[in-house]
């Protein structure tokens, strides 16, 4: 049973606009959410995260979205460029510790 | 050398073979993670150690052997494996529990593990 989803596959969105990405979850209990981004043969690198006391975080070009109440979390990449193509991967903790349950990921291309 | 490290970065092994995976942390991090990603699957968990101890073994067949001699660095013994052991091995370290549930993993570049 997957408790983390990512129901895109993949997302094809045109340079300098935005890149939606949806996560949900089914555990009440995961309090704290991250994305991670992944280029091909490397490791995931830290995007950004949010606690479950809030409801919005942004970084830069990058916000993340928590709903609660849905159990839905989203990231926005606005403008994206061609440098952001690659996989992303939510993640959520706080069911069992510092364990990570990962999301199957959503491959975004930013076309020039 | 910064952030999460790991050795070899490619590594193909005979199924009678004896190999070690090596990981190094430089972020001062309490917990260290193996993880394993096979093609169009999520990441999965394979172990947690935090303050060096095994605090998590996600059902992981003995012939992947764990080792965490400090809290800077993780190895993982391989021996026997199977073709199906082929993937991406993932390395990742974080505060750990004193991070108050907003722990956050940092990971290496992988290895890319082929088994012949």
């Known amino acids: 049973d997957q408790q983390v989803k990512q129901n895109s596959p993949s997302l094809s969105v045109q340079e300098g606009r935005i890149s939606i990405l949806n996560c949900d979850y089914t555990?009440?209990?995961?309090?704290?959410f991250l994305w991670y981004k992944k280029y091909p043969a490397e490791g995931p690198t830290f995007l950004i995260s949010?606690?479950?006391?809030?409801d919005k975080n942004e970084d830069g070009r990058f916000t993340v979205f928590l709903n609660k109440s849905a159990k839905h979390l989203s990231l926005h990449i606005v403008p994206s460029q061609p440098g952001d193509s690659a996989v992303y991967f939510c993640?959520?903790?706080?069911?069992?510790?510092?364990?990570?349950?990962f999301g199957g990921g959503t491959r975004v291309l930013v076309k020039p | 050398e910064t952030g999460v490290t790991q050795t070899p970065r490619h590594l193909v092994m005979g199924m009678t073979n004896k190999k070690s995976l090596k990981c190094e942390q430089h972020?001062?991090?309490?917990?260290m993670y193996w993880y394993k990603q096979s093609a169009k699957k999520p990441l999965e968990l394979m172990f947690v150690?935090?303050?060096?101890?095994?605090?998590e073994n996600n059902s992981v067949p003995s012939r992947f052997s764990p080792e965490c001699p400090n809290s800077s660095h993780l190895f993982l013994h391989l021996h026997t494996l199977q073709p199906e052991d082929s993937a991406l091995y993932l390395c990742?370290?974080?505060?750990?529990?004193?991070?108050?549930?907003?722990?956050?993993?940092?990971f290496g570049p992988g290895t890319r593990l082929t088994v012949l």
């Open positions: 150690y935090n303050f060096k101890e095994q605090t």
């Open positions: 555990n009440s209990m995961f309090d704290y």
């Open positions: 972020l001062g991090h309490n917990a």
């Open positions: 990742a370290s974080s505060l750990g529990p004193s991070a108050h549930n907003q722990d956050t993993q940092y």
């Open positions: 993640a959520a903790s706080g069911a069992a510790g510092n364990k990570l349950t």
């Open positions: 949010i606690s479950s006391i809030k």
